[in-house]
């Protein structure tokens, strides 16, 4: 089987279910703070939106449950479900994710961070060692639209002073693909917290980091086989 090369100056990584595994402290957290309002919600309602800003995610829930909902009341929930998040968050990481960034940082490619969490969650969650390993990182809190929009994944090339043919992002979730590939961006999808169906407009998919190393590989230049290139 012949390995797939990409030739990029850059690889931007999303954060939740990428390199941390922090989705399941933040289904739980949801979960708990929408049974509180008579809602019940299924690991896909969450997991499908991960990515989403947390307001657009309780507006759109409450109507899919047909209960309509203020922008204050939006704001009261989502503060609820991330101040639960805050008590009850693990650092945990995706296997296989440390020790790629580090691969990646050591062959000179330059790595960025895009990701819907806040600077201020993000420096709870993610060592300042692994931090120190991006040059570019973009927040939630640091854009006007978040994923599925393009502008985290713009706002990225910017920082990085790049073109979007010269990077590629990994993401695991459809709003962060969307995000991606509306940058103009090759994306690469993991199965780590949705099955394959749900990342069908990534350019690969891959079920763990482990078969995405063995089926690609990354370089600055060009200078080996062509061949698979994607």
């Known amino acids: 089987m012949s390995r797939t090369h990409l030739y990029v100056k850059s690889v931007i990584f999303d954060m939740d279910g990428v390199i941390t595994n922090t989705m399941p402290d933040h289904y739980r957290s949801w979960k708990a703070i929408f049974k509180e309002e008579g809602i019940q919600v299924t690991y896909e309602d969450i997991y499908k939106r991960e990515g989403q800003p947390g307001l657009s995610s309780v507006t759109e829930i409450f109507g899919e449950h047909r209960r309509a909902i203020s922008k204050k009341d939006a704001v009261r929930v989502l503060e609820k479900k991330e101040a639960l998040f805050k008590r009850i968050v693990k650092t945990r990481f995706i296997t296989g994710a440390r020790t790629f960034l580090k691969h990646l940082h050591k062959k000179n490619i330059r790595l960025a961070l895009v990701t819907g969490t806040s600077r201020h969650e993000l420096c709870q969650i993610l060592p300042v060692l692994l931090r120190d390993l991006f040059s570019v990182i973009v927040t939630g809190n640091e ?19 790049i073109k979007a043919s010269e990077a590629a992002v990994i993401e695991n979730a459809p709003f962060g693909i969307r995000s991606a590939k509306q940058a103009g961006l090759k994306c690469l999808a993991l199965e780590t917290s949705l099955p394959k169906q749900y990342l069908r ?18 370089s600055t230049s060009n200078n080996t086989n062509r061949k698979g290139r994607l």
């Open 201 to 218: 407009e990534a350019d690969m998919i891959f079920p763990s980091i482990k078969d995405l190393k063995r089926k690609a590989s990354f």
């Open 143 to 161: 854009v006007k639209h978040g994923k599925p929009h393009p502008e985290p994944y713009l706002k990225s090339l910017q920082k990085l002073k």
